[in-house]
C-alpha cells in the first residue's frame, strides 16, 4: 500500500486530549469547554456496515475552514485495540465520490450542503465503515495554538512568498488583527499562528498533495514544541484550543478513548492516505478540479490499512 503520511490540526487535537483526559484530574472541567452535540447513533441512518469481530473503534475527525464552514480537512481515526495501534486516514477532500442517495458530488461538500450525519454516511457508504461518531475542529484554532507555542520555525521558499501574504491579509481583515506580518524573504523563519496558518492553507500555487504537505510541516512543528515543553503546558494549551472543537462523545467516552490510546505506550500514529496512487485521475467538471476516484479499488486499500486484512 503506498499511502503518504498527512498530519493536520486535528491530530494534534487527539492528542492533547488524550494526555489531559488521562493525566489531570480536572479532565472534565477542561472538556466542558468542547461543544457537544447529540446525532443519531443508528446503522440506517449513518450508513453503518458491520464488521464482525472487529476490535476497531472508527472516528470521523473534520477540519473546518472557519470562515466559510467548509470541510478544510478529512480524516478517519482508527484506535486498533487487538494490535494496541492508532491509525489516522487522510481522505483528499477533492474527490468526486457517491453520495449515499447515488449521485455524485466533491467529498467535502456533505458537511456543508446537508449536515454531519450525512457527511458521515456518506464516508461510511463510499468505503463501507461504522463510523458513528466525530470531531470536528474550527481550524482557526491552529491560530491561537501556534501562539500560545510562541511560534514555529517554517522552510519558506520563495515562490510561496506572494500566497501566503495575500492570505495573511485576508486573515487581518477576517479578524480585525492589526499590525505587519508580511512575509519578505524565503529561508528558515519563526512563523506566528497569522503566518503560519496562511503558509498551510496556500491553495493556488500548486495542488492539494502539496498543500496537504505544507500542512503536515506546520503539524510536525507543533508536535517539536508541545513536546519540548512537557506536560506542564498542556492545560494552557488545551484552555486555547478546546473552545474550537465539537464532537458527538461525551466526556466519558472521550476520556475512555484517551486512556486506550495512553495505553499503546506512546506508539507512532500510523498514517495513510485514501486515494492511493494509481486510483485516481484529474476530473475537470463545470471549471471544478476534482479526482475521480476507483471507490472499490479504495475500499480495500483502506480496509487493508485499518484492519490489516492482508
Aim: net charge positive.
Amino acid at each position: 500500500m503506498k499511502g503518504k503520511k498527512k498530519k493536520i490540526l486535528i491530530v494534534v487535537v487527539v492528542l492533547i486530549v488524550a494526555i489531559v483526559g488521562t493525566v489531570f484530574f480536572t479532565a472534565n472541567r477542561f472538556l466542558s469547554k468542547v461543544k457537544k452535540t447529540s446525532i443519531s447513533k443508528d446503522n440506517e441512518s449513518l450508513g453503518v456496515t458491520e464488521i464482525k469481530g472487529s476490535e476497531v473503534t472508527n472516528i470521523l475527525l473534520l477540519g473546518v475552514d472557519g470562515s466559510n464552514k467548509m470541510t478544510d480537512s478529512i480524516m478517519v481515526l482508527s484506535i486498533d485495540k487487538k494490535n494496541n495501534e492508532v491509525k489516522v486516514t487522510s481522505l483528499l477532500r477533492d474527490m468526486y465520490i457517491n453520495k449515499p442517495n447515488g449521485e455524485k458530488q466533491q467529498l467535502n461538500h456533505a458537511y456543508i450542503n446537508a449536515g454531519i450525519e450525512f457527511a458521515i454516511k456518506t464516508v461510511n457508504v463510499n468505503f463501507g465503515l461504522d463510523i458513528k461518531d466525530y470531531i470536528m475542529v474550527n481550524m482557526d484554532g491552529l491560530i491561537h495554538i501556534v501562539d500560545s507555542l510562541g511560534g514555529v520555525e517554517i522552510n519558506i521558499k520563495k515562490e510561496e512568498i506572494p500566497y501566503a501574504n495575500g492570505g495573511i491579509k485576508s486573515l487581518k481583515l477576517l479578524y480585525n488583527i492589526q499590525g505587519d506580518y508580511e512575509l519578505r524573504n524565503p529561508g528558515v523563519q519563526n512563523l506566528n499562528g497569522i503566518q503560519a496558518v496562511s503558509y498551510s492553507r496556500i491553495r493556488k500555487l500548486d495542488s492539494d498533495f502539496e498543500r496537504t504537505e505544507r500542512q503536515r510541516t506546520v503539524l510536525n512543528e507543533i508536535f517539536k514544541k508541545i513536546k519540548s515543553q512537557g506536560t506542564l503546558k498542556l492545560p494552557s494549551i488545551a484552555s486555547s484550543l478546546l473552545p474550537y472543537v465539537e464532537t458527538s462523545l461525551d466526556n466519558r467516552s472521550i476520556i475512555s478513548i484517551a486512556s486506550t490510546i495512553v495505553s499503546f505506550n506512546n506508539k507512532e500514529i500510523k498514517q495513510y492516505r485514501i486515494p492511493v496512487d494509481g486510483t485516481h485521475k484529474l476530473l475537470i467538471l463545470n471549471g471544478l478540479y476534482l479526482e475521480d476516484v476507483d471507490i472499490e479499488a479504495n475500499k480495500k486499500y483502506l480496509h487493508d490499512f485499518i484492519y490489516e486484512t492482508k
